[in-house]
């Protein structure tokens, strides 16, 4: 086990809806990234919050947003949901932005219908 | 634009066997390449990792060969197992961002 937490685990929301996902980090990592994995594929970074700021955001619309509290636990919204928004989302922690070795929650399985 | 290219997507092995998964890369700004190993249900876990200066690295029955010319790496798994049956996944890294490739599915008969 990593030590990072992730919730809900499995969430059914319906096309137009917001959603908001919760990860905390492991204990002394400073750094959240987020990651979307749909069904059969690789994950594909969405955002990084450092210190309670957005650090590097991938290919990914502005309705997909974070925010990072002062003890580094974060979260991932996603407005107006669409089906193709169908995937695992993932949380993975470190301890500062330079460092690559990541560890990885377990994921929240969403289900847009 | 795909940065990380996998294959095989699937792989079969008996028991015993060396499985062998390959990645190819496009941006040479990548430092860090790791490899996950994630089961159903599962967020990845790290396997091995290796940076561009270092051709071989080896952590217990898996190894990482790395072709910083060619631009390509791979994981090979030394005496594989029932067990050892997951999704595995190469990663490219340079300031903490992953750039996944698609996966392999492993499985390895008894």
């Known amino acids: 086990e990593t030590g990072v937490t992730q919730s809900p685990t499995h969430l059914i929301k319906t096309r137009g809806q917001q959603v908001t996902l919760r990860c905390s980090s492991q204990s002394g990592h400073n750094t959240v990234s987020w990651y979307q994995q749909a069904l059969g594929q690789g994950p594909q970074f969405i955002f990084q919050y450092y210190r309670e700021e957005e650090n590097g955001r991938g290919n990914f619309p502005p309705r997909f947003s974070g925010l990072q509290f002062p003890n580094y636990s974060s979260e991932l919204n996603v407005n107006a949901l669409e089906l193709d928004d169908s995937a695992l989302y993932l949380c993975a922690s470190t301890l500062g932005t330079a460092t690559d070795t990541q560890y990885f929650g377990p994921g929240t399985r969403l289900t847009v219908l | 634009q795909q940065q990380v290219k996998q294959s095989p997507q699937s792989l079969i092995v008996q028991k015993g066997g060396i499985p062998i998964i390959n990645c190819a890369y496009e941006?040479?700004?990548?430092?860090?390449f790791p490899w996950y190993q994630q089961f159903p249900g599962k967020g990845p876990a790290l396997l091995i990792a290796i940076r561009p200066d270092v051709s071989e690295k080896k952590e217990g029955r898996f190894t990482i060969s790395f072709n910083k010319s060619a631009k390509q790496f791979s994981l090979h798994i030394m005496d594989s197992q029932p067990g050892d049956s997951a999704t595995y996944f190469c990663?490219?890294?340079?300031?903490?961002?992953?750039?996944f490739g698609q996966g392999t599915t492993l499985q390895v008969k008894p």
């Open positions: 941006n040479t700004a990548f430092d860090y």
């Open positions: 990663a490219a890294s340079r300031g903490g961002k992953l750039i």
